[in-house]
């Protein structure tokens, strides 16, 4: 896709908005000019022009907390960016994920995708997640089972509350198997777009 970004509308500099590509959490919001979109292409880390130091800016020079590039989109107008992002840790000099204080609930299914990524790459002593994923594929695919009849039962004949319980315990059970089988939420949430605009 050729981008045609028009850097004059804003004297040189375009607004650029960050969001997790996980999650879809807005991170923060910068500004470009053209060498820092260049540097942003070739080095596929996110590089800002800094308004208040006057120079390009990579995020996570100093604190190592680099937004690794995963798409760029334009806007209709061609004069602001999305970028997706795989962030490495917190996006705000604060230390938070955000620099901006919104509700994380809503995302929080994502983040535990990746919570349950970071298990399987760096296992953690007494993870519930190591030592399931110890037992095999077909420990993982049987805890699915159980969690999903459970889920049925409280439906069926439990409080409401008993009913939340089970279905989280089986959303979690299934997001482990789908890590084992090494297929995410974005093909899940892809594969249910595709099967609606079939109908």
């Known amino acids: ?24 959490e807005v991170l923060m919001l910068g500004y470009m ?13 996110v590089t800002f022009f800094s308004r208040a130091k006057n120079r390009l800016w990579t995020k996570g020079e100093e604190s190592g907390h680099f937004l690794n590039v995963i798409s760029i ?7 602001t960016l999305l970028i997706r992002v795989n962030p490495v840790g917190p996006t705000c000099h604060k230390g938070t994920r955000s620099c901006f204080d919104t509700s ?20 953690a002593e007494g993870s519930y997640v190591n030592k399931l994923r110890a037992k095999g594929l ?19 004949n439990e409080t409401e509350h008993d009913f939340i319980n089970e ?32 109908k």
């Open 104 to 123: 994380y609930n809503q995302n929080f299914i994502f983040e535990l995708e990746k919570i349950i990524e970071d298990r399987y790459n760096n296992p």
């Open 138 to 156: 077909n420990k993982i695919a049987q805890k699915v089972g159980e969690e999903g009849v459970e889920t049925v039962i409280a439906a069926l």
């Open 1 to 24: 896709m050729v981008m045609t970004i028009d850097f004059k509308k804003g004297e040189g500099l375009v607004p650029v908005v960050i969001q997790d590509e996980k999650t879809m």
């Open 33 to 45: 000019n053209e060498e820092a979109y260049q540097k942003t292409l070739a080095e596929g880390k």
């Open 73 to 79: 989109s334009e806007d209709c107008d061609n004069d």
């Open 167 to 198: 279905a989280s315990d089986l959303v979690f059970h299934l997001l482990v198997l789908m890590k084992e089988k090494n297929i995410s939420l974005n093909t899940i949430a892809k594969n249910l777009e595709s099967r609606h605009s079939g």
